[in-house]
């Protein structure tokens, strides 16, 4: 758990930036 949150803010921002894409997309 101390990783994933160590990591939390990297995946958000790398879903973030999935999502912009995809939103980008359409």
């Given at each position: 758990?101390e990783?994933?949150?160590?990591?939390?803010?990297?995946?958000?921002?790398?879903?973030?930036?999935?999502?912009?894409?995809?939103?980008?997309?359409?």
């Open positions: 758990m990783i994933l949150m160590e990591n939390l803010n990297m995946d958000l921002l790398y879903i973030a930036a999935a999502m912009m894409m995809g939103l980008a997309a359409i």
